[in-house]
């Protein structure tokens, strides 16, 4: 499965605290994922699909916004 997280980083170059926790649990659970810093062009696509929150997973079969750890167990097939 390809998993892409879409982060933000703030001017001094710190992630949001969503995104760094996204990444732990991922981590935690031996989820393999890719890091993408989120552009404007990519701001604007999710902000139209409804994704209002950093960070932004993707997967071959959802996405969501925030930090989901229901979503993130759900990947790895356990049940919560």
């Avoid at 902000?47 to 790895?76: C, E, N, Q, S, Y």
Wanted: glycine residues 6%; charged residues 30%.
């Amino acid at each position: 499965m390809s998993i892409t997280v879409y982060t933000i980083t703030d001017e001094a170059g710190r992630e949001c605290s969503k995104c760094t926790a996204t990444k732990k649990a991922m981590d935690r659970q031996g989820i393999p994922y890719r890091v993408r810093e989120m552009t404007e062009a990519d701001r604007e696509t999710f902000k139209k699909a409804g994704h209002m929150t950093a960070p932004v997973v993707i997967t071959d079969t959802d996405t969501w916004a925030g930090f989901r750890p229901d979503k993130i167990l759900a990947l790895t097939g356990k049940e919560s």
